[in-house]
């Protein structure tokens, strides 16, 4: 079963609104969780990394005041994106790193997707 | 410079016969892991098969198969007796540095290729 969940799996909003998508790992502790954002048949371009209790690291283009990232628990993390605009309409994949229940190292499992639509 | 070009944007095969999608990566880190995922319609990311830099066998998984070339640092898909189903499309990833993370310290993104979109003909 999956592993790691995330909410909405579609949203469609007016643009200026704020859109906040959550992203959990279930049934284990994600010491990291990533942002992924993908345009229509294209690859998956990292957004921003995280770790429990510490600021997001954003990779080179991107607006952290536009994309803010909260990771407060081992088992959740948010985007939320402010102020949405048409251009920001994407899909956005969250993944998270930790270990399962009897393994001995981390791995990374993805989210099934937020399908975001601004208007 | 791009650290993993997939040059292949689509693929066809026929239904039954194998197929081979192409992966080649850039790295001076001595310790990484190559990845290939699938992605259908549905938008989620299958996790097919691992390779690590320092695995001495090629890595297979059922019929999914990577034939790791470590000098022309090649991780070609091999998929075997295609079905409908593996429509889609295949992104290889890497993440350099080891797998096994001491003291449960996370690092090592994964950085994907531009992926390849196949189709699988009846």
């Known amino acids: 079963g999956a592993v790691v969940s995330q909410h909405p799996s579609r949203v469609i909003c007016k643009s200026g609104t704020s859109v906040k998508i959550e992203c959990r790992s279930l049934?284990?502790?994600?010491?990291?969780m990533f942002w992924y954002r993908q345009f229509p048949k294209q690859s998956l371009m990292l957004m921003a990394t995280?770790?429990?209790?510490?600021?997001?690291?954003?990779e080179q283009g991107v607006e952290k005041d536009k994309f803010l990232i909260n990771h407060a628990s081992l088992t959740l993390s948010t985007l939320t994106v402010t102020s949405a605009h048409p251009e920001d309409s994407s899909f956005y994949i969250c993944?998270?790193?930790?270990?399962?229940?009897?393994?001995?190292?981390?791995?990374?499992?993805f989210g099934p997707g937020t399908r975001l639509t601004v208007l | 410079a791009q650290k993993i070009t997939q040059t292949q944007p689509g693929m066809f095969v026929q239904e039954k016969e194998a197929v081979t999608l192409d992966c080649t990566y850039d790295?001076?880190?001595?310790?990484?892991?190559l990845f290939w995922y699938k992605q259908p319609s549905s938008g989620e990311m299958i996790f097919l098969i691992y390779?690590?830099?320092?695995?001495?066998q090629n890595a297979t998984e059922g019929r999914y198969s990577l034939n790791f070339q470590k000098a022309r640092k090649s991780a070609n898909l091999v998929i075997s007796a295609s079905q409908l189903g593996d429509s889609a499309m295949y992104f290889c990833?890497?993440?350099?540095?080891?797998?096994?993370?001491?003291?449960?310290?996370?690092?090592?993104?994964?950085?994907f290729g531009q992926g390849t979109i196949l189709t699988v003909h009846p």
């Open positions: 390779q690590g830099s320092y695995d001495q």
């Open positions: 049934d284990f502790q994600a010491t990291t």
């Open positions: 993944s998270a790193r930790g270990r399962l229940a009897g393994s001995s190292y981390n791995e990374q499992f």
């Open positions: 990833a890497m993440r350099e540095g080891p797998l096994v993370e001491a003291g449960g310290t996370s690092y090592g993104k994964l950085t």
């Open positions: 995280s770790n429990e209790g510490s600021k997001a690291t954003y």
């Open positions: 790295t001076s880190d001595p310790s990484y892991g």
